[in-house]
């Protein structure tokens, strides 16, 4: 096993994760986590994942057969300090090679931390949305909540 | 107008929101948000709303008829430092007052920032999830991504 990359920055530890997950790249994914503090990961429509062996056994799973998926983010936003990042953003993920409808955009919040050994991911939350605009007016919650 | 409460901790700032919550009370919700930071929300199923008049009018519909709400807490996971606390937590939240079933259970993750009136929150998002116990091993997720 080489030693783990190192991310200088969020914005590298973020490419490197949407990178491994294009590449369903199970290793690469698991290198992008932090082994230092409490991690959690929500899939769309999934349930809470805490813990980086609950974590790394919903991406073998997702990561079965080796799917290329494409992946097109759009709509950025970031809270930051020196220690934290968090990125909100709009994924639009699918199949490579695949003749299919385009995929239900997808909005996810990940949260970066800085530690001994550069950036990592504790927190990703994914969920479905409805449109990938952002709306300020329109498509409101349709349950209380 | 009172001038808006101070939050001394982050904890402070999340019972203040499930407390506004659950009184449908929009002033004393939109307390609770950052002015001085980028906002963003997600409600169950929603699309992202960033800034704060559109997350005001989303919570403006939603206590619209003024419901109470009853709201039980379980599963927090914090990650933290000097200036930005994460909490990850699982939501039940049903109308108070009325017989139905109890509603599927919400995750949240909700990121607080302290700035100089205190800690205010700058992430809000929710989705629903299958199951209310955290789960390691089953209940893995649905969807490619």
Redesign the interface.
Known sequence: MSSKPIYTTAVEAEAAFYDA?SRADLEAMMAVWSED??V?C??????????L??IR??WR??FHGK?K?NIRLS?H???A????T?H?L??H?S?ADVEAPA?AP??A?N?Y?RGAYGWRM??H???????A?????D???????
């Open positions: 997950l503090e409490e959690m929500v899939h769309p429509g999934g349930p809470r994942l805490l813990g062996t609950a056994e919903s799973q997702l799917p998926l709509h936003v970031e809270t300090n020196m220690m934290m968090v909100t709009v994924e993920v199949l995929p997808v909005v919040t949260v931390s504790v927190v939350h994914a969920s479905p949305t409805p449109e605009q952002d709306s300020p007016a498509g409101l919650p349709r349950t209380v909540h």
